[in-house]
Structure formats: structure tokens, C-alpha cells
């Protein structure tokens, strides 16, 4: 029989970007942790999915407790992003094989790159076999929300860039720990649009939006609900993209 494989984590942040994932993974929900957590098994392999809440120090705060307590062989990070480059579109999957952060300068910063979870050429190539628009990329981990027009230009350059606030801080702590990496990130948002404004205040606050803060936007203006419904409609498509890519993932890691 073959050895069992070391668990993997999967680190997301907002419970829209996982809900496919789970289902698709049969995930059972566990209460051992301090942060919403559900455990999962796929052929040989074993694993958990975490959710952060979004920001580079929630992702890293779930990190610094779950590895201890859980030794997982590889890390990986799950979820929306950005577009910074017209060539991607909505639900396209992003393979992060280099990472950046905005430095002291302002530009961008290239981290240590982590050991990959999955070399990324034949990650890139299942995901595109299994019908999915993949591209290897640039993940730009900015501090806070910044606009579009600004990341654009920090990006230029880069290989098919995104933006996701927790991936390159997750990185650069996978590569200190000499532990497995990957980053797999589906487009939420092209790279023309912006985040509307009421829902930026949120994010700044680094909390998932509710259904209540939803219901206080309608109230202050009603005409923002065909906007929360095509934002809807978008994550909807975006994680149903994502949950097939990690799919496909996770049966390379199994063979």
C-alpha cells in the first residue's frame, strides 16, 4: 500500500470564495480551530480548508496557528483576485509563480520564492486540459486596497499579474519554513473595474462584507442592487472556476 500522504491547508479568506470547494470536496466542518475550518479527503490525500477573513495579517495569524497544529506537507493559497492586464478575464486561474509586494519605494518587491507545491508549466497545462482558462502569473500583494489604476502601473512588466492581499505575505512565510507553496487565485474582477466605493469601506476594515452591510447599502441607495447583483453573480462564477482548478490540484498532488 502506498504511504500516506502529509495533509495539506488551504488558506481562503472569505466564505464566497470556498463554498463550491466544499461541496466539491464532501468538506466536513471542524470546531478544533479559532477560525471556520473544514476537513477533507480526496483519494490519498488529506486536508483542511481555513478561512482567514482577508488581509495579509488575518492570513498570516490562521498560518502561525494552524501549522503547528496541524504539520501540513504544503500550503496553499485559495481564492478571488484582481486583474491588472486586460488579458485576463472574469473566472480565469492564476498560478502564482513569482510574488511581489509594494516595497518602502513604493514598486514592486520580488519575495523569496517558496518550494512549489506543483511545478507550474504542468499545473497550467492539467488546469487548461480540464477546459479552464489558466495562465501562470504575478501575484502583487499591496499593504490595504489600493486602486486599479495605481496597482496597473506598479505592474507593468509583470507576467499576468493580479492582486490578492494575503498570497505573497503566505508565500514569503512558505519560503521561510521551507514548506510547499502554491497560490491559485480566480478572477473576480477584470482589470478595468473598480471596487465601488461603499464596499471598499469594508474591505479597508479587513472584514468580509455581510448580508447586513448589503441591506444598509440598499437602504442609503437603492440603486446599487444591480451592481451587488452582477458583484454577485461574478464571485459566483469565480469560485465555481476555482473550485475545479483546486480540483485538479489536488489530483496531481494525489498520483
Known amino acids: ?11 481562503a479568506s472569505l466564505p464566497q470564495e470556498v463554498g463550491p470547494l466544499l461541496r466539491r470536496l464532501r468538506a466536513r466542518r471542524l470546531l478544533a480551530f479559532p477560525f471556520p475550518a473544514w476537513e477533507f479527503r480526496t483519494g490519498r490525500l488529506r486536508g483542511l480548508v481555513a478561512l482567514a477573513g482577508m488581509g495579509a495579517e488575518a492570513a498570516l495569524a490562521v498560518a502561525e496557528e494552524l501549522l ?4 501540513p506537507g504544503a500550503l496553499l493559497s485559495v481564492g478571488f483576485a484582481g486583474a491588472l492586464t486586460p488579458d485576463l478575464r472574469l473566472g480565469d486561474l492564476v498560478v502564482g509563480e513569482a510574488f511581489y509586494r509594494l516595497g518602502s519605494a513604493g514598486g514592486p518587491e520580488r519575495l523569496p520564492g517558496p518550494p512549489a507545491f506543483r511545478a507550474v508549466a504542468p499545473l497550467v497545462a492539467s488546469l487548461r486540459l480540464a477546459g479552464l482558462a489558466a495562465w501562470a502569473g504575478a501575484c ?3 499593504p490595504a486596497l489600493l486602486p486599479k489604476q495605481v496597482l496597473r502601473d506598479l505592474a507593468a512588466g509583470l507576467s499576468c499579474p493580479v492582486v490578492d492581499l494575503e498570497s505573497a505575505s503566505l508565500a514569503e ?6 514548506l510547499p507553496f502554491l497560490a491559485l487565485r480566480a478572477v473576480s474582477d477584470p482589470a478595468h473595474e473598480e471596487m465601488p466605493p461603499f464596499i471598499a469601506q469594508a474591505v479597508a476594515k479587513s472584514r468580509p462584507p455581510t448580508l447586513r452591510d448589503a441591506a444598509r447599502w ?5 440603486r446599487r442592487l444591480p451592481v451587488l447583483l ?7 462564477r ?3 472556476r476555482l473550485a475545479k482548478g483546486v480540483g485538479v490540484a489536488l489530483e496531481m498532488a494525489g498520483v
Open 140 to 142: 502583487l500583494g499591496p
Open 230 to 236: 452582477r458583484l454577485g453573480r461574478q464571485s459566483f
Open 218 to 222: 440598499l437602504r442609503a441607495d437603492p
Open 68 to 71: 503547528p497544529r496541524y504539520a
Open 1 to 11: 500500500m502506498p504511504p500516506a500522504l502529509r495533509p495539506i491547508a488551504l488558506i
Open 173 to 178: 512565510l512558505a519560503a521561510t519554513r521551507g
Open 238 to 240: 469565480a469560485a465555481r
